[in-house]
């Protein structure tokens, strides 16, 4: 019975932490899915939305700018108009960076308390000066995990017309010409197994 019971709880681990290893799929931002992130908009008048797309850790800022332009064009055919234009966007980068020791590495400690070896040795022209393997020696320095862990968070402003886009503005888009262009590169979420 223990040994089910244990492998039932590390399969849902290993189950979890697929689930939390892959970039944010094109769905909308629910707080407490199994992938973070996603698309949300506010209606700020009837043709005008901000429209945001957030990425967890493993999804690039390409992708987030990508899934963006999509919803934008999504919501766009969706109130029944046919161009939008990006009066205003940003993209945010949020970075951690995390220090941590080698788990693995605690040399000298624990089993002989905070002994370690040092010693004295007398320098020409310096005089006498002590050595320590944890000062200035890379072999024998604590070993640390310096990692820097980037998510990018991207939004716009959108205004939509109707009839064909204006010529002359850049920021002007083809909704379905947007949705025919990047709809090989959406990844949506897995459908669940029931």
């Not at 223990?2 to 039932?8: A, G």
């Not at 020696?137 to 968070?153: K, M, S, Y």
């Not at 716009?156 to 109707?162: D, H, T, Y």
């Not at 886009?165 to 197994?193: C, G, H, M, Q």
Request: hydrophobic residues 40%.
């Amino acid at each position: 019975m223990f040994r089910k019971s244990t492998t039932l709880a590390a399969a849902a681990l290993a189950l979890g932490l697929a689930a939390c290893a892959t970039p944010t799929p094109y769905q909308p931002n629910i707080r407490g899915g199994a992938t973070s992130g996603g698309f949300s908009e506010v209606k700020l008048e009837p043709n005008r939305f901000r429209v945001n797309f957030a990425g967890n850790s493993l999804t690039s800022r390409e992708t987030v700018e990508g899934y963006l332009l999509f919803r934008a064009a999504e919501l766009t055919t969706q109130n029944g108009y046919d161009w939008f234009e990006i009066i205003d966007r940003d993209v945010d980068k949020h970075s951690r960076t995390y220090v941590e020791p080698d788990p693995f590495y605690r040399p000298w400690y624990g089993a002989y308390g905070f002994w370690r070896p040092s010693w004295r040795y007398y320098g020409r022209g310096f005089g006498w000066r002590g050595w320590d393997p944890f000062w200035g020696d890379p072999f024998w320095a604590d070993r640390v995990d310096v990692r820097t862990i980037d998510r990018f968070e991207a939004s716009a402003e959108i205004v939509m017309g109707r009839g064909p886009k204006p010529a002359d503005n850049v920021r002007a888009f083809e909704a379905r010409a947007v949705i025919d262009n990047l709809r090989s590169r959406i990844v949506y979420p897995e459908a669940k197994a029931r």
